[in-house]
């Protein structure tokens, strides 16, 4: 599979993590220990436990998750906050899907969540970090990132009938 971000396909392996799990599935969350029949991944990596758009958004991922299965495809939302202020948005949510706390965001980092205002950005998630979306294919040999969205702003975000395309064309690829 070929990773799609910015028009630029290529392969990349895939980064195995272990994350607290503050809603549905297993707690602590690896990718490795979802059902076989998840056939995709959609990692959304969130800005911060402030952020209205990442609200926002995981509730409308909640409202479509049946669409996302029927896609034999599983949400995750990682937010780089330590598991107790996660868990905030679960009893506030209650969301369908498993809900990760990167307190550290060492996940982010190593997904390569977009960061801005340089060395600022590092320091403080408030200024710096974006959101992020990587689809995980599942049904190789090997599980592979096949596409990305590196947001340029907390408002530079998929629609979700786009992912949901996005998903529907990688099954039919092969």
């Known amino acids: 599979m070929a990773e799609r971000a ?8 895939l980064l195995e993590f272990s994350l607290p799990n503050v809603a549905v599935g297993p707690d602590p969350f690896t990718l490795s220990e979802l059902p076989d029949n998840v056939e995709f991944v959609l990692l959304f990596f969130q800005r ?20 996302f299965h029927d896609r034999n495809a599983e949400v995750v939302s990682i937010v780089p906050e330590p ?9 506030t949510y209650d969301l369908p899907y498993p809900l990760l706390a990167d307190p550290d965001a060492a996940v982010g980092d190593a997904y390569d969540q977009p960061v801005r205002f340089g060395i600022l950005g590092k320091f403080s998630d408030f200024f710096g970090r974006m959101p992020a979306v990587v689809i995980i294919d599942r049904r190789g040999e090997e599980p592979a990132i096949v596409s990305t969205h590196k947001g340029r702003s907390t408002f530079d975000r998929p629609e979700i009938d786009e992912l949901l395309a996005e998903v529907d064309e990688l099954r039919t690829a092969d």
Request: aromatic share 8%; charged share 30%; with cysteine.
């Open 48 to 67: 911060d436990h402030y952020c209205t758009n990442c609200r926002s958004q995981v509730q409308e991922l909640a409202d479509r998750i049946e669409a």
């Open 83 to 91: 598991a107790d202020r996660v868990a905030e948005w679960q009893s």
């Open 6 to 13: 910015f028009g630029i396909r290529m392969q990349r392996s």
